[in-house]
């Protein structure tokens, strides 16, 4: 009897203190609810309660019980949509919704910062004196980018590789080949005794002997001609 009586008061005290809500279908009343388990009657989602209810097991109560169940707060999100794809500049846009309660959530996408560059365009030419110069553009947002182009590899050449000349004759040795935007620096003779050279390459025999004109260009480029004066 001590157990029953524990077990009503218990009862009792419980049910003071509930936020719930009774309801009883008949004039009788109980002198102690005896609940049943609470059963869901509602299942809660992210953004709306749920309910459950339990009833008194004491056949002449028909009494009945509610209570609310607090909303989850975890949505069912979908997939990703891209609203706005971002540039090389300029951040997008994308967004999902949760399929229950339509919850729309949207996050920022960083701007990619890689810009989509057209092909170089030569705006000078390199030299074997000068650097060139080449630019391009972004067709997203017009930045342009300009780069250096490294001056050419020099070399030079001359129509005689050897020359023989009779005392008192003249040649005049040609440029062969050149390098672009290269220039004639000077033109110079190991053994003036021998045959001397003007600044157009003209050579003149002076007496016998052997010397060797050589050509020398502002890029630095060297080529020579073995001279023979008989």
Known sequence: MKRKSLILSLALLIVAFLPVYVFADTDYECPGHI????HKDYEPTCGDPGEESRYCTIDECGAYDYR????TGKHSFGNWIIEEKPTCTERGLKYRECSVCYEYEEVAIPATGKHSWTSWEIVRKATALKEGKKTRYCRV???TQSAG???LKAKVSLNKKTLSL???KKYTLKIKSKTYGDK???WSSSNKKVATVT???K?????????TITLKMKSGAKVSCKVTVK
């Open 141 to 143: 947002c017009d930045k």
């Open 166 to 168: 009779k005392k008192g």
């Open 35 to 38: 609940w049943s388990e609470w």
């Open 68 to 71: 609310d169940i607090p909303a």
């Open 149 to 151: 182009i490294a001056k």
């Open 199 to 201: 600044s157009g390459g």
């Open 203 to 211: 050579v003149t025999a002076k007496k016998k002997g052997k010397t």
């Open 184 to 186: 004639v620096s000077r």
